[in-house]
């Protein structure tokens, strides 16, 4: 009943900008925390970034200073700010959001289906 499109996704080369965008809609009644992950061909899928409900935040060493997460809950959204970009930020990008159904009456973590991220040297 609940369903994260993400978008923003493509080719840029290392030092250029892009920005990630996850919408949440469906059956829900409210979200909580939200994050971004990506994952790597032969890797574990690695959490990025994370945002609270009250917009705290934390990120994973390698990307700070470079990437800013943010919400608007008024649109259900999440976004990821990514500038300085290096080869090594190339993966898949997967948006969660822990979010309360008001059909399965409980919470639950749903995610997108992933947009692709390449950094070109």
């Known amino acids: 009943q609940v369903q994260l499109v993400e978008s923003g996704g493509g080719l840029v080369q290392a030092g250029g900008s892009l920005r990630l965008s996850c919408a949440a809609s469906?059956?829900?009644?409210?979200?909580?925390?939200m994050g971004w992950y990506r994952q790597s061909p032969g890797k574990q899928r690695e959490l990025v970034a994370t945002?609270?409900?009250?917009?705290?935040?934390d990120y994973v060493d390698s990307v700070k200073g470079r990437f800013t997460i943010s919400r608007d809950n008024a649109k259900n959204t999440v976004h990821l700010q990514m500038n300085i970009l290096k080869p090594e930020d190339t993966a898949v990008y997967y948006c969660?959001?822990?979010?309360?159904?008001?059909?399965?009456?409980?919470?639950?973590?749903?995610w997108g289906q992933g947009t692709q991220v390449t950094v070109s040297s």
């Open positions: 969660k959001a822990q979010i309360f159904s008001r059909v399965r009456a409980s919470w639950a973590d749903y």
């Open positions: 469906g059956s829900i009644f409210s979200i909580n925390a």
């Open positions: 945002i609270s409900s009250g917009s705290s935040t």
